[in-house]
């Protein structure tokens, strides 16, 4: 079976389809569904939540709602799940409620890949005597699965990678990276804020510690989530108000507090993946993981097929050099792209498009360090990057292609 794109883009405001969308890696379309939920919310129910009178009640419910439905989407519980304002913030939290359990001289493995949300705090963490170790990668752009070997000991305490490269698109081996570093004790931190968009998360089938992704790339609102393993965050040490109990595992992380419209309208990406389940299923899986799970795989499928045609223009073009796997395969990689072109700024490339309808970006997208380590950035120029999502069609991609050659040497 193959995704229906004529349903899937009805989905959402038509006048997005007037312009061929490849910054999806930057920020996914919301659907009207999602845009209905906010606007209720805001429009019925703005109210402080949780007194007893009906507004206030209903709104509850709402905020309730899309909490619950979201942690049940990644085969979370409800309490595992921390709502706030964005990963970054989300793994800075984290960084500061768990240093409290570490000694000096103890080590946190910190992946060169990572987007600087899933570095940068850890990072600080040596400010109180913490060793950071860098995962280096290798010459294109992977992670090095033989020096993660030989840097876990028994003094790491936690290994920070992401799950999907923002720059390259290629997925990593979670479940196999996780196993290594809980061999010698350590937690790990995952970042899957490249890969939500694309392959659905399944929390504990991977069996990772820390689990994060932003919902605007999840084609919702601009909200982050934090997964963490209920033993792991009853241990960490509460970020909030004082008078929020150390087993108030839904408050504890998220000292600027939930932002409620937001959080109710998590129900429509919900509502979205539901339409699009009853559409394609004839028989649907039982539960909502099962059904999101189910529908990924027809996103992952189409996917595929989108950087099949985009990477066999790129791999015929000798003066575009690629960063990351020359593969299209599914199980490689989602459809996030980024590259340089011989003899021409990269800056450039987006600016020309954009005159042709066509938005992509360019730039480090806040992988400064990784690619600052492969030699790619001069001072005032990055990589271009063209990313897909699964409302894209092949006739968009085609779009993408024919403007490339028109515009490059
Ligand atoms: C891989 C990756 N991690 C983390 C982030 C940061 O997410 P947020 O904007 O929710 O802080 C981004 C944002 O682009 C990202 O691409």
Redesign the pocket.
């Known amino acids: 079976m193959n995704l229906d794109l004529d349903f899937v883009r009805r989905q959402y405001p038509a006048n997005h389809w007037h312009c061929a969308f490849f910054e999806n ?2 920020g996914a379309f919301v659907p009207n569904a999602v845009i209905d939920r906010i606007s209720a919310y805001m429009g019925q129910t703005q109210v402080q939540p949780g007194y007893p009178s009906a507004i206030s009640t209903a709104a509850a419910e709402r905020i309730n709602l899309g909490h619950r439905l979201m942690a049940e989407m990644i085969g979370a519980d409800v309490d595992e799940v921390t709502i706030a304002a ?3 913030i989300n793994v800075y939290v984290l960084a500061q409620a768990l240093r409290h359990q570490w000694n000096t001289g103890d080590e946190i493995i910190v992946s060169t890949l990572n ?1 600087e ?2 570095s940068g705090p850890w990072r600080r963490l040596a400010e109180f005597g913490l060793n950071i170790v860098e995962w280096p990668i290798t010459a294109n752009g992977s992670l090095d699965m033989f020096a993660l070997d030989s840097l876990l000991n028994e003094k790491t305490r936690l290994v920070a990678f ?1 799950h999907v490269s ?1 720059i390259t698109g290629e997925i990593n081996a979670v479940k196999i990276i996780t196993q290594k570093a809980h061999n010698v004790g350590a937690l790990v931190c995952v ?1 899957g ?2 890969c939500a968009p694309h392959r659905a998360v399944a929390v504990k089938n991977w069996d990772v510690d820390f689990y994060l992704f ?1 919902f605007y790339k999840v084609f919702g609102p601009h909200l ?1 989530c934090l997964y963490g393993k209920p033993e792991h965050l009853l241990r960490a040490k509460g970020q909030g108000h004082y008078f929020f109990p150390e087993d108030d595992l839904l408050h504890k992380l998220n000292p600027a507090g939930p932002n409620h419209e937001s959080i109710a309208a998590l129900t429509g990406i919900a509502d979205y993946f539901e339409s699009l389940a009853a559409h394609h299923f004839a028989a649907p899986a039982a539960t909502f993981f099962g059904r999101t799970q189910e529908l990924y795989n027809l996103f992952a499928q189409h996917e595929e097929s989108l950087a099949r045609q985009f990477l066999d223009y790129l791999n015929n073009r000798a003066d575009i050099s690629l960063i990351g796997p020359a593969r299209y395969e599914k199980e490689v990689r989602v459809p996030t792209f980024s590259f340089q072109v011989e003899g021409v700024k990269s800056s450039t490339v987006p600016t020309a498009l954009a005159a042709d309808n066509i938005a992509i970006g360019e730039g480090h ?2 992988a400064k360090r990784m690619l600052d380590s492969l030699g790619l950035l001069q001072t005032d120029d990055g990589v271009v990057r063209c990313s897909m999502a699964h409302y894209n069609t092949a006739d968009e991609v085609s779009q993408l292609i024919d403007a490339l050659e028109k515009h490059l040497p």
């Open positions: 890696a930057g964005s990963t970054s987007h949300a899933n992401p923002n970042d804020v490249a932003s982050g997208f806040y």
